[in-house]
């Protein structure tokens, strides 16, 4: 078959890179799983494997075209990271500390865009985000550290705890008060340089031993009376906490894609394993049923986490007022989903999954540590879902008060942000907001996606049982969002930190039906592009009913073949080495070497 | 600015309309007894804290169908101080 992705030039990068990369199952090749495991155990970090990925250029995709790099699209970004997290999430997240330079994107001057330009593509600069301190995690207004102004800058004291790349960094973003009455106006951001710090006013704090990321610059910054110049303050002072959050609403979004590299390798290492181990006479472990269900189970999540994460990433660019809710759905989302897949197909492996030596190198016990940090840094799962609690009520009188005028434009946004084949307006952070007021075109685009669902049946290009079987359960993704909208008009709605247990649950039924309407659109917006599979749309049913059968127990069973069909999806694409995932692109394939240069196509070399 | 037509069904001014609505909306979302709560006083002292003061922005747009910045609370941190900023700026006179 002719592959899809051709005609998508977003993925051109990731399917690149991926190629010089290699096969990461060969320990010769750079960022292998045997060459990440000894790091691993080391605790040594990685800076040889991060130089190579400065010197193939990959920071210009960090830093927009409008400031003098290559970044375009939340969506290559996102299949690139995914490139290198299915790989080892350390060096990833440990590279992708660069994307903090959105806030300078976002608000920083003409000289404060151009230095830090020079600094990532030319002086492979690295950064790191000191916002929490060791008594205040997310509780950022609580903050110690202060910033007291005096002739040209700031004197800064205080400690920074725990703080990814405190040390191995070159320029650090930190939030301190610069008011001494404290309050949500009372904190600054700066873009602090540390080679303009004198050396003998701050410091770094101990490397941190954690059970995940073991080779990570974990450790902290302590500020002693420091100055810092003018020169570094973001945006005006008072900004610091409004700049925190819209930052934050960036990078929760975007976390997503480490979980899914993680479990991409989790689920092909597993998989690799269920193939090739034969049991009780001819059986693979692979052909006993309820393996064979956990993997379909898997694949379904994978694929459920795929629509979530790709509308969001082109959904910034063309409706970023509404990531105040976007991001905290997908960070809750995500990271808890493809965590919890981790560890259920964990006991395919049996015992292997706890062996850190055996089998790919026990890439899958590093993969279930390393990626438990997702779903708690840059805003836990507990304060991503308030925030979506806090913002419930406004989204339910919103959907209530819908007006007709508002669908065609309603309907233009969601083509844009679901259709593949649709340019991306440029990514516009000055349009983030910090409430969407009532705004999730997801949501709100149920009732014209149910429109749309219907005036398919008849068909001829549809298969019409699979609809029949998705428009019911998108009638009960209403029902469930109606009852939903209503408890909410009735109960005595709180604001403040004593949210009950029952607001949490709604809120993650929220997420689930927000997740399950980004499958449908993505069905729709893509059905003549994606191939068969997508076309065909068992995987969609199969989604639906998973999502919603969480808490709905009334929905009648899924016929055995559609569960059939997606499990030789996910083998089509295990042995054709592509990436488990809606969009399918190429992977290094097995035995690919790294920078095999008669893989690069000569339009894609990417050196400057 | 958008003007709401004047309702003469109260004597309370625009600022003691909305600084009323305010303390009541304050009570109502935080469990609190109204009469407890002091214009002069920061929202934080009530436990508002910075995203609920920004939620809160939302249902004053509601109340008074007017969009407003959401910060609004963050920079007039007392009700007597969004009160008086809100008729300032947006010249809004009150129905009940």
């Known amino acids: ?608 | 600015m958008n003007t709401t037509t004047a309702n003469t069904q109260t004597a309370a001014s625009p600022v003691e309309a909305i600084q009323v609505w305010l303390v009541n909306q304050l009570a109502e979302v935080l469990s609190l007894d109204p009469s407890t709560i002091e214009v002069k006083q920061p929202l934080t002292r009530y436990g508002l804290d910075s995203i609920d003061a920004v939620t809160l922005v939302g249902d004053l747009e509601d109340w008074l169908d007017l969009e407003l910045p959401s910060t609004l609370l963050w920079d007039y941190p007392t009700i007597e101080k969004a009160s008086t900023y809100l008729v300032d700026e947006f010249e809004v006179s009150l129905d009940a």
């Open chain 1, 1 to 608: 078959m002719a592959s899809l992705i051709e005609q998508f030039k977003q993925y051109w990068l990731a399917e690149s890179l991926e190629r010089d990369l290699g096969d990461p199952n060969d320990p010769k090749n750079v960022i292998s799983f045997q060459q990440t495991a000894q790091i691993d155990e080391s605790e040594a970090f990685p800076h040889d494997e991060i130089a190579w990925l400065y010197n193939w250029q990959l920071q210009r995709y960090y830093v927009p075209t409008d400031c003098g790099g290559e970044f375009t699209s939340f969506e290559e970004f996102v299949s690139f990271v995914r490139v290198m997290a299915r790989r080892d999430l350390n060096i990833s997240i440990a590279f992708t500390t660069l994307f903090w330079s959105f806030l300078t994107w976002m608000v920083g001057t003409p000289e404060q865009k151009q230095k830090l330009m020079n600094y990532i593509i030319n002086d492979h600069g690295a950064m790191c985000l000191s916002y929490s301190e060791r008594d205040h995690g997310s509780d950022l207004v609580g903050g110690d550290t202060v910033a007291v102004k005096v002739p040209g800058g700031y004197r800064f004291t205080g400690e920074k705890w725990p703080i990814n790349r405190a040390t191995i960094s070159g320029l650090t973003y930190v939030l301190a008060r610069t008011n001494e009455e404290g309050g949500n106006r009372g904190l600054s951001l700066f873009m602090v340089d540390k080679s303009e710090l004198d050396p003998a006013s701050y410091s770094n704090l101990p490397k941190i031993k954690t059970h995940g990321i073991r080779a990570a610059d974990m450790s902290g910054i302590k500020f002693d009376n420091c100055f810092v110049p003018e020169s570094a303050l973001l945006g005006k002072e008072g900004q610091g906490l409004e700049l925190a959050l819209k930052g934050f609403q960036i990078t929760r979004a975007l976390c997503a894609a480490f979980s899914q590299g993680a479990a991409d390798t989790t689920l092909r290492t597993t998989l690799k394993f269920a193939l090739n181990r034969q049991l009780y006479g001819k059986k693979t472990v692979l052909d006993m049923l309820d393996v064979r269900r956990s993997f379909i189970f898997g694949f379904l999540d994978f694929l459920t986490c795929d629509c979530v994460i790709f509308v969001a990433a082109c959904g910034f660019h063309v409706v970023p007022e509404q990531f105040s809710v976007w991001s905290a759905v997908d960070k809750y989302f995500v990271p808890v989903t493809l965590e919890k897949m981790m560890q259920d197909i964990s006991v395919v492996l049996g015992a292997r999954f706890y062996m850190r030596d055996e089998h790919d190198a026990g890439v899958f016990q590093k993969m279930l540590r390393d990626s438990a940090i997702i779903s708690v840094f840059d805003g836990s799962s507990v304060v991503n879902l308030h925030a979506l609690i806090l913002q419930r009520r406004q989204l339910a009188k919103a959907r209530a008060r819908r007006k007709p005028t508002q669908l065609e434009p309603l309907l233009a946004r969601l083509k844009n942000s679901f259709a593949l084949d649709q340019p991306l307006p440029a990514f516009a952070p000055q349009k983030l907001e910090l409430i969407s007021r009532g705004a999730d075109d997801v949501m709100h685009g149920l009732e014209p996606t149910l429109d749309q669902l219907k005036s398919l049946v008849g068909a001829a290009d549809v298969n019409q049982t699979m609809l029949q079987e998705a428009i019911a359960l998108v009638e009960v993704i209403r029902e469930e969002l109606d009852a939903q909208d209503e408890q909410i008009a009735q109960s005595g709605f709180e604001h403040g930190h004593d949210q009950s247990f029952e607001s949490f649950e709604l809120a993650k039924h929220y997420c689930r039906l927000h997740a399950g309407l980004a499958c449908v659109q993505m069905w729709l917006h893509n059905r003549h592009q994606l191939g068969d599979f997508f076309a065909k749309g068992e995987w969609l049913v199969l989604c639906l009913h998973r999502l919603l059968s969480q808490k709905r127990l009334d929905l009648p069973p899924v016929a055995e073949a559609y569960y059939e069909a997606i499990a030789e999806e996910m083998l089509r694409l295990y042995h054709e080495d592509k990436m488990f995932s809606i969009v399918p692109f190429q992977l290094a394939r097995s035995g690919q070497s790294s920078d095999s240069a008669e893989e690069v196509t000569p339009e894609l070399q990417l050196q400057a």
